[in-house]
């Protein structure tokens, strides 16, 4: 009778038994020798900048602007950024001993400018594992909420539990202005999700070997860690930073009396503070200043104005009016919008004060009669004209849209 020429079983005791040249293979043998290839592939994870296709900062930017209107300057900030991370995991021991730093970002933006989508866009071009995370949720460790180490538990997740892949990855941590100290004023209760989050981070930032929950939430001391090695981890933090501008604006005393101090800031923007952004005004809004050491590239994202709401409304390969058009086409109906509609959306925008975002809920106010009623319509075309949208609008209360 026929058997397995590797372990041996008679050809009754497997599912399947394949016959080559001299000898045979049963299916079992065929698994175990595939799993075997799998993780001696696996072994082999360095980075390599000479034979990985590794695109160039313009490359990046200009990818980056398929899907994010504006931002030049955070977009071009990134894109170096990127690269020079690419070029660190590719780096090779040297005679002279210089090793190169990692640079972590901070963005800082209103909110709606593209902060998240410039993440989740960066995300879709990269060769290494990348995770975006919420700082909100985080807790110092014994509290309600998520463990620091949590951050890295995605990252594994995203890199598929593979340590060597994910210490090389990128990890974008959003919302990080909600963990700025409370107050200088000491309290009698410890700020658990606003310092100690922060002093938490720091070991992260700066590179250090991390015993990490495979399956995240609390730690406890039967459960099995993970560590890695957080030296080559990217980390680009992100935040509205609501008020800042007030900081912005003390320290560069704009409210000055008398001429000659007045023409000393008559170049100042008013409208764009943001642009001159600086640490101490960081420090000013609550981020301690060891955190703010680690992340030593600070960019800001310029304020969307009219121009640019309109080219997001449908300019982007992603925009929202794409993404309608797309919904209609798959009930085989063709949506257009009138040039005056799409004017009147990007005016209520900037009424409404909620930058990209706002386009969003304004359209959604508009379509959501069209899209209950048109899909069991026999109709095969639909035009959006501003007299609609007007009615709509009125219709759902314009107040509900409203920042508060």
């Known amino acids: ?31 175990q020798a595939h799993s075997i290839i799998q993780e001696e592939m696996k072994q082999d994870t360095g980075f390599n900048l000479e034979t990985e296709k590794v695109r160039k900062p313009k490359e990046i930017k200009e990818l980056l602007g398929q899907y ?48 998240t989508l410039l993440a989740k866009t960066i995300a879709r071009m990269l060769q290494v594992p990348f995770t975006i995370v919420d700082a909100t949720v985080l807790t110092e460790a014994g509290y309600v909420g998520e463990d620091i180490e949590s951050l890295l538990t995605r990252l594994l997740q995203a890199a598929d539990y593979d340590v060597k892949a994910a210490e090389r990855g990128i990890v974008f941590i959003d919302e990080i202005d909600k963990i700025a100290r409370k107050g200088d004023n000491p309290s009698i209760t410890r700020d658990v999700s606003g310092e100690g989050v922060q002093q938490g981070l720091l070991k992260l930032l700066e590179g250090s070997i991390v015993n990490v929950p495979p399956q995240g939430g609390r730690k406890h001391p039967e459960q099995k860690m993970i560590p890695v090695d957080t030296k080559n981890i990217l980390f680009i933090c992100g935040g509205a930073f609501d008020g800042i501008e007030k ?7 704009t409210q000055v009396i008398g001429y000659g101090a007045q023409s000393a800031v008559d170049h100042i923007d008013r409208t764009n503070l943001l642009q001159y952004i600086a640490p101490q005004d960081l ?5 301690i200043p060891e955190i703010i050491g680690r992340l030593p590239v600070l960019s800001h994202l310029d304020p969307l104005d009219r121009e640019t709401l309109r080219n997001i409304l449908t300019e982007p390969k992603n925009s929202i009016i ?64 501003k007299e609609f949208a007007i009615s709509q609008i009125e219709k759902m209360g314009s107040n509900r849209l409203k920042a508060s």
């Open 1 to 31: 009778m026929d058997k397995c020429s590797f372990c041996g079983r008679q050809k009754d005791d497997v599912n399947l038994l394949i016959a080559g040249v001299s000898g045979h293979i049963c299916d079992l043998c065929i698994e």
């Open 68 to 115: 994010v209107i504006g931002q030049d300057i955070a977009k071009k900030v990134l894109s170096v950024a990127v690269y020079n991370h690419y070029k660190r995991l590719g780096q090779k021991e040297s005679k002279d001993d210089v090793e190169i730093e990692k640079s972590n970002i901070i963005l800082v933006g209103a909110t709606g400018t593209g902060k």
């Open 247 to 253: 900081k912005i604006s003390n320290r560069l005393n």
């Open 283 to 287: 420090k000013s809004y609550g981020l």
């Open 322 to 385: 794409k993404q309608y058009i797309k919904l209609f086409d798959m009930d085989n109906i063709e949506l257009s919008f009138n040039t005056e509609a799409l004017e009147y959306i990007v005016d209520k925008a900037i009424e409404f004060e909620l930058g990209a975002r706002g386009l969003r809920s304004i359209c959604e106010a508009i379509m959501i009669d069209v899209m209950f009623e048109t899909p069991s319509n026999s109709d095969t075309k639909q035009t959006i004209t």
